[in-house]
């Protein structure tokens, strides 16, 4: 296991601890996560490996940004995907991002279903599309209940998809 994979690993720790105890992802996290990445890269690789991290680190945020900008998460989220991006680069950070996602969609049904609006929640995405089809008209109204749903603390899933990614690639699973 290299340097670079260890840091990542204690830093993901870090984000998902302060995550859960203050519901944010705070920059002193994410930047040197960033920046240490950018620069492993360029001292491991020269130039080439600059280049892999800057994309890396472009992919990662670009996976998060759309839900970002929906509302659905934390730019501290996507900066922690970008972060771990410029350590894994493009193609290992798409892989870890679709363990993340894979276990953030487990989670959120989890969240749902402890506060007793998994059903509802079901119910209305498959009546906002009937009704669609058979209205030409989208008639979607946020439910009360999502304002009472505790925010989700996003970091614990990027760090378990990105260390199942990690210990798969480690040992070839």
């Known amino acids: 296991m290299n340097a670079g994979i260890i840091i990542l690993l204690a830093a993901l720790i870090a984000a998902s601890v ?3 105890t203050r519901q944010r992802i705070p920059n002193a996290i994410t930047l040197p996560l960033a920046v240490f990445g950018l620069v492993y890269h360029l001292y491991t690789a020269g130039m080439s490996g600059l280049l892999f991290s800057i994309s890396g680190l472009l ?6 940004i759309l839900f970002y900008l929906m509302g659905g998460m934390g730019a501290g989220d996507v900066k922690l995907m970008g972060a ?3 350590i894994l680069g ?4 798409v892989h870890a991002f679709a363990y993340c996602a894979l276990l953030g969609g487990i989670y959120s049904l989890v969240v749902l279903y402890r506060h007793s609006i ?11 599309p009937v009704d669609f089809l ?3 008209c989208w008639f979607w109204s946020p439910s009360p209940a999502e304002k009472k749903l505790p925010r989700l603390r996003y970091a614990i899933a990027i760090s378990l998809g990105t260390g199942i990614h990690v210990l798969r690639s480690l040992y070839n699973w």
């Open 118 to 128: 998994l059903r509802l929640s079901l119910e209305r995405c498959v009546s906002a």
């Open 18 to 20: 302060t995550d859960i």
């Open 134 to 136: 058979r209205t030409g």
């Open 90 to 93: 493009p193609v290992n950070v």
């Open 84 to 86: 771990v991006g410029s």
């Open 59 to 64: 992919a990662g945020a670009g996976l998060l």
